[in-house]
C-alpha cells in the first residue's frame, strides 16, 4: 500500500516567518500526492497536488510544496506565515485498496499554529 | 459553484433511531465519498460511489447504508448506531480520476447517545 508520513505532530512558527510542513511519501510507481488543510469545525480544503511535471508546485493561499524524488518527499511551504493559517494539515496520497479500486490514503496530520 | 452541502450540520442520535445524512454536489462530479472523522485525526474513507455505482465500501459495519440516488446526492443511512460511532462525516466530491482533488463538505457532527 501507498503511504505518507507527516513526522511533526504540530509545527509552531511567528508570523512572518517562513513555515515548513513535512510529509514524505512511500509508494511503488509514479506517486501522485495531495495537500489538504482543515480549519476548525471545517472539512478539508484542496491547497495543492504533485501529479507530474515542475518539482515545485504552487497552490491557494499562497502555498506551495516541493516535490523530492531522491528524498521522497513533499513538503509544504510557505514564506511568509500569517496567524490565519494556523489550522490542520493533511499530506495525502493515491492508493490502491484491496478490491484494486484507487483511493487517497491520508497522513495522520499536523497542527500548525502561527504565534502573533 | 464549487461547494458540496452537508445537511444536518448537527445530529444526535439514540442507538435505535434511524436517521439519514445528506450530501449534494453540483460541480458535475462523478465520483462521490463518505468519510469519519474522529477529532484531530486524518479522514477514514467508507465509502465511494463512481458513476452512482458503489464502488469501494472499506469493510463498513452495514448500520452504515450508503445510497447514489442520482449523481448529485449522496445519502448515508443510520441504523442502531454505537457510541463509538459518534464522530465528524464528511462528504467529498471529485472528477473519477483519482488524479483529480477533492471537495469536501463541512460535515456532520454526529453524536449516538
Known amino acids: 500500500a501507498q503511504s505518507v508520513a507527516q513526522p511533526e505532530d504540530q509545527v509552531n512558527v511567528a508570523e512572518g516567518n517562513p513555515l515548513t510542513v513535512k510529509c514524505t511519501y512511500s509508494?511503488?510507481?509514479?506517486?501522485?500526492l495531495f495537500w489538504y488543510v482543515q480549519y476548525p469545525n471545517r472539512g478539508l480544503q484542496f491547497l495543492l497536488k504533485y501529479i507530474t511535471g515542475d518539482n515545485l508546485v504552487k497552490g491557494s493561499y499562497g502555498f506551495e510544496a516541493e516535490f523530492n524524488k531522491s528524498q521522497t518527499s513533499f513538503h509544504l511551504k510557505k514564506p511568509s506565515a500569517l496567524v490565519s493559517d494556523s489550522a490542520l494539515y493533511f499530506c495525502?496520497?493515491?492508493?490502491?485498496?484491496?478490491?484494486?479500486?484507487?483511493?487517497?490514503?491520508f497522513g495522520i496530520g499536523t497542527k500548525l499554529q502561527v504565534i502573533p | 459553484d464549487t461547494e458540496v452541502t452537508q445537511t444536518p450540520k448537527h445530529l444526535v442520535m439514540g442507538m435505535t433511531n434511524k436517521k439519514s445524512l445528506k450530501c449534494e454536489q453540483h460541480?458535475?462530479?462523478?465520483?462521490m465519498y463518505w468519510y469519519k472523522q474522529k477529532a484531530k485525526k486524518p479522514p477514514e474513507l467508507m465509502f465511494v460511489?463512481?458513476?452512482?455505482?458503489?464502488?469501494i465500501n472499506e469493510s463498513v459495519p452495514s448500520r452504515f447504508s450508503p445510497e447514489c440516488p442520482n449523481s448529485s446526492l449522496l445519502n448515508l443511512h443510520l441504523h442502531a448506531l454505537q457510541p463509538e460511532d459518534s464522530a465528524l462525516y464528511l462528504c467529498?466530491?471529485?472528477?473519477?480520476?483519482?488524479?483529480?482533488?477533492?471537495?469536501f463538505g463541512p460535515g456532520t457532527r454526529l453524536t449516538v447517545t
Open positions: 509508494v511503488s510507481g509514479n506517486p501522485y
Open positions: 460541480m458535475g462530479h462523478r465520483a
Open positions: 460511489y463512481s458513476y452512482e455505482k458503489l464502488s
Open positions: 467529498a466530491s471529485s472528477q473519477v480520476t483519482i488524479s483529480y482533488e477533492q471537495y
Open positions: 495525502a496520497v493515491r492508493d490502491v485498496n484491496s478490491g484494486g479500486y484507487q483511493k487517497v490514503t
